[in-house]
C-alpha cells in the first residue's frame, strides 16, 4: 500500500491529452514539492517534473505538472507512442523524514 | 555527466546479507547538496525508498526496512553502499542507486538497476 494513491491506468489514441492524479495528505503532498517520473521498459526512471510544474532540460512541453492542496497531476498532451510507460509521483513525507512513491500509472498508447 | 553503477551478487540466499556498492562517476560524492539513496523495485511493483545517506554519514532509512538496513559512504572511492540483512524472497527486486536532492524527492541521476533475486 502506497503513501501516495495514483489514478488508474489511462489509455489514450495518438494526439490525445490525458491525465493523471496523485492523492497524498498535509505530511507529504500538502507541504512539500512532487515530482514526477517516466519508467520506460525494462529501463531505470527518470525525472520528468520537478518543483511540482517543473520541466528538466530535454523534457518536451506536451508534458505538465500542477499541485493543488494534498493532491497533484500530471497531463501529457499530443499522445506520442513512445509515451507508452509507467509513471510515478513522488515527495518528500514529513512523518516518514523520506521521499515517498505512487504506486505507479501504466499509460497505454492505442 | 554524473553516472551511478550499482555493483554486487544478483543471487543471495535466504536469511543472509545482501550486499551493494554504487559507484560515482563524473561528480563527487561529497556535494553539499545531495544525498545519495537506494531505491528497489519488485518485479511488476512499483517504486521503494530504501534509505539515503550523506557524504558525512549522515543516514535515513525506510521505517519499514530500517532494522534490517544499513547504508554507509567511502568517499574516497566516491562509492556508496547497502547492505540488507536476513533477506527473503519479499526482497527480490531490481535495486538502483540514485543522488537525492536534500529534503526533496528528487532523483535527477539512476543507476541503471541491479536485480537481485533471493533464492536458495
Known amino acids: 500500500q502506497s503513501v501516495l494513491t495514483q489514478s488508474p491506468s489511462p489509455s489514450g489514441t495518438p494526439g490525445q491529452r490525458v491525465t493523471i492524479s496523485c492523492s497524498g495528505s498535509?505530511?507529504?503532498?500538502?507541504?512539500?514539492?512532487v515530482y514526477w517520473y517516466q519508467q520506460l521498459p525494462g529501463t531505470a526512471p527518470k525525472l520528468l517534473i520537478y518543483?511540482?510544474?517543473q520541466r528538466p532540460s530535454g523534457v518536451p512541453d506536451r508534458f505538465s505538472g500542477s499541485k493543488s492542496g494534498t493532491s497533484a497531476s500530471l497531463a501529457i498532451s499530443g499522445l506520442r507512442s513512445e509515451d507508452e510507460a509507467d509513471y510515478y509521483c513522488?515527495?518528500?513525507?514529513?512523518?516518514?523524514?523520506?521521499?515517498?512513491f505512487g504506486g505507479g500509472t501504466k499509460l497505454t498508447v492505442l | 555527466q554524473l553516472q551511478l553503477q550499482e555493483s554486487g551478487p544478483g543471487l543471495v540466499k535466504p536469511s543472509e546479507t545482501l550486499s551493494l556498492t554504487c559507484t560515482v562517476s563524473?561528480?563527487?560524492?561529497?556535494?553539499?547538496?545531495?544525498?545519495w539513496g537506494w531505491i528497489r523495485q519488485p518485479p511488476g511493483k512499483g517504486l521503494e525508498w530504501i534509505g539515503s545517506?550523506?557524504?558525512?554519514?549522515?543516514?535515513d532509512y525506510n521505517p519499514s526496512l530500517k532494522s534490517r538496513v544499513t547504508i554507509s559512504v567511502d568517499t574516497p572511492k566516491n562509492q556508496f553502499s547497502l547492505r540488507l540483512r536476513s533477506v527473503t524472497a519479499a526482497d527480490t527486486a531490481r535495486y538502483y542507486c540514485?543522488?537525492?536532492?536534500?529534503?526533496?524527492?528528487?532523483?535527477?541521476?539512476w543507476g541503471q538497476g541491479t536485480l537481485v533475486t533471493v533464492s536458495s
Open positions: 563524473g561528480g563527487s560524492i561529497t556535494s553539499s547538496d545531495y544525498y
Open positions: 498535509s505530511s507529504n503532498i500538502g507541504s512539500n514539492d
Open positions: 518543483r511540482n510544474n
Open positions: 545517506i550523506y557524504y558525512s554519514g549522515s543516514t
Open positions: 513522488a515527495t518528500w513525507d514529513d512523518s516518514l523524514s523520506g521521499p515517498v
Open positions: 540514485a543522488r537525492l536532492l536534500v529534503g526533496a524527492a528528487e532523483f535527477a541521476f
